[in-house]
């Protein structure tokens, strides 16, 4: 594979790479050299030969060499499969609340406030770079139902170079005077949103529909957004099924549909490219409609434990063939981090296990962090470009370095290809301490389409 064009190499990165091929099985690629091309896509990954002087490379190609340092490796971009930036401000304030009075005593007014293109831009600007800097490389944003700071929000991912997936939120029911559309305001808007967005021409910029739950949407509003979803074929999210009172709402509201997930069925929103938030409180057919419908879940372990909405049941959906995959889900999550959310995935999977007597309800770290990775890839539908290092994906990658204060590795734990025992190898344990140790102060740069988006 090395019989490329030498002069479409644009860099190279030799080292350590881990990834988590498979749900439950981490990958340790030591001694391995991969080049990118200019666009930022992997065009060759040569394991156990670090030796490049063969290619011959032009002098201008950035070379990366980490070979030497034990305690660094390179792990793919995370990937936030539901965040509202437009809730940052609000990260670790909500109280007592729960769902249904958090979003109106804490949420709606803040996103309100967000038609200040000001505070619009100081809020975003600063939520993308705090993403960044945890090594989120890819995220599925909710802004606010205004057209302006939307486009505003997939501007400033495009400036400062994170792939993105941008919602209006549509909301024309139920939600006070002063943050509420009409169905046509909704509409118009939503357009607004996806010509600019298409005006962007940009590889790493999409849309994606945004129906914020059913208690605020018309029916009339939801079958006119699955009717663009379909003949746009862009991604659309939504909440589902987080809160006790919020699915009591949902019946009294949509007495004709079966259950909370069959209304977004009946309304047409439900197929591969439909990202479903929380998705805690499923029945069978809920499930079962889920996993026909082939649309993925992003499950919000910060967020379900804050506002005490519940515990998703991730080792079953997953055993039943459906995407899921880790969002922070900002401001009800107060943590930007994935790597946070991935370590609560594991506690809140204990909690389950605790309840129902059943071991197969824990997470492991590899699963966590595949949810956090390759998880997140699959839901969005890009599982053949994104979450692993293989040739022909996407660079979207983090340097994560151990030797920093907040993790005690100690010398006798120094990686080694040698396994301590039959199962676990040096790396393992260091993975683990990472997950449930480690934080932005170990993520010191990080890449989206082989461009440096980060360095501390
Ligand atoms: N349901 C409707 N809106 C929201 C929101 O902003 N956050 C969460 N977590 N759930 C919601
Ligand atoms: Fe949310």
Known sequence: ????????????????????????QIEILTNTVIGLDHQGTIIFLQ?????????????????????????KFFFPGFIDTHIHASQYPNNGIFGNSTLLDWLETYTFPLESSLTNPKKAELVYSRCIKKLLSNG?????????????????LADLCLRLGQRAFIGKVCMDQNAPDYHVETLQQSQFATMEVLEHIKSLDSDLIKPVLTPRFAPACSGELMTWLGEVQKSEDVHLQTHLSENDKEIKWVKELFPDSETYTHVYHDHGLLNRKTILAHAIHLSDSEIQLIKDQQSGI???P???????????????LHAKGIDISLGTDCSGGFSPSILASARQALLVSRHLSMKSGDEADKLTVNEALYLGTVGGAKVLK???????FKEGYRFDCQLIDLDVDNIDVFDWQFPSEVPISENVTKYDNLIAKWLFNGDDRNTIKVWVNGREVHSS
Do not use: W
């Open 298 to 300: 992003s499950h919000c």
């Open 382 to 388: 890009m599982d053949d470009q994104l979450g692993l």
């Open 302 to 316: 910060i967020s379900n434990s804050s506002l005490t909405s519940g515990e998703c049941r991730v080792k079953q």
């Open 47 to 71: 394991r156990g030969d670090l030796n490049i002087d063969h290619l011959q490379l032009p002098t201008t190609v950035k070379v990366i060499d980490l070979s030497a340092d034990p305690l």
């Open 1 to 24: 594979t090395l019989n490329n064009d030498q002069q479409s190499i644009a860099q190279v990165f030799k080292g350590t790479f881990i990834h988590t091929p498979q749900f439950g």
């Open 136 to 152: 989120t490389t890819c995220a599925s944003y909710y802004a606010t139902i205004d057209a302006g700071s939307s486009n505003l």
